[in-house]
């Protein structure tokens, strides 16, 4: 993302998006979330032990 000027590297601080985004800049975050974040939520789902399973289901109820 650093590559595409998606985000600036800031020393000792992280990321961060630039102030300024054009429109095609936000839809190609849009896009790269969309194909990450999927992938993030099912390999928790995997990984979530049966306690924490039992506290997301008390959470929906």
Do not use: N
């Amino acid at each position: 993302m650093e590559a595409e000027g998606l985000v600036v590297r800031v020393p000792h601080a992280g990321y961060h998006i630039p102030p300024q985004i054009t429109r095609q800049r936000f839809e190609d975050m849009l896009e790269l979330r969309l194909l990450l974040e999927p992938a993030a939520a099912r390999r928790s789902a995997e990984r979530a032990s049966l306690q924490q399973v039992a506290g997301l289901r008390r959470m929906l109820e």
